[in-house]
């Protein structure tokens, strides 16, 4: 089993990056996207379940609620993050992660939640 995200960068504040998240080995039906600053913990930022064969339930955390938008394409087994209206306070290593299972209306907001994990991919943004 592989987590593979890309699409981190540079940006100046209030530019877009997509990020994604490739899964290989198995079908995950929950997929989330975490970040971690220098000397923070790591922190939910969305995630999203198959709730059933074309339904999902997705959560985004407060903090980037109506600029992130989490997505996934089940045909390549991906997931997306769309961020937009980015702040330097989005700077962080995003860490695509999943979890065992199956079909579900619960998405984990922590870290013990999930069972795999990406390498992280870097995001900075200037203000």
């Known amino acids: 089993v592989q987590l593979q995200a890309s699409g981190g960068g540079l940006v100046q504040a209030g530019n877009s990056l997509r990020l994604s998240c490739a899964a290989s080995?198995?079908?995950?039906?929950?997929m989330a996207w975490f970040r971690q600053a220098p000397g923070k913990e790591r922190e939910f930022v969305s995630g999203?379940?198959?709730?059933?064969?074309?339904?999902?339930?997705?959560y985004v955390a407060d903090s980037v609620k109506g600029r992130f938008t989490i997505s996934r394409d089940n045909t390549k087994n991906m997931v997306y993050l769309q961020m937009n209206s980015l702040k330097p306070e989005d700077t962080a290593v995003y860490y695509c992660?999943?979890?065992?299972?199956?079909?579900?209306?619960?998405?984990?907001?922590?870290?013990?939640?999930?069972?795999?994990w990406g390498q992280g991919t870097q995001v900075t943004v200037s203000s």
């Open positions: 080995g198995r079908t995950f039906y929950t």
């Open positions: 992660a999943a979890k065992s299972g199956y079909y579900t209306t619960t998405v984990p907001k922590n870290v013990p939640g999930y069972d795999y």
């Open positions: 999203i379940s198959r709730s059933g064969g074309t339904t999902y339930v997705a």
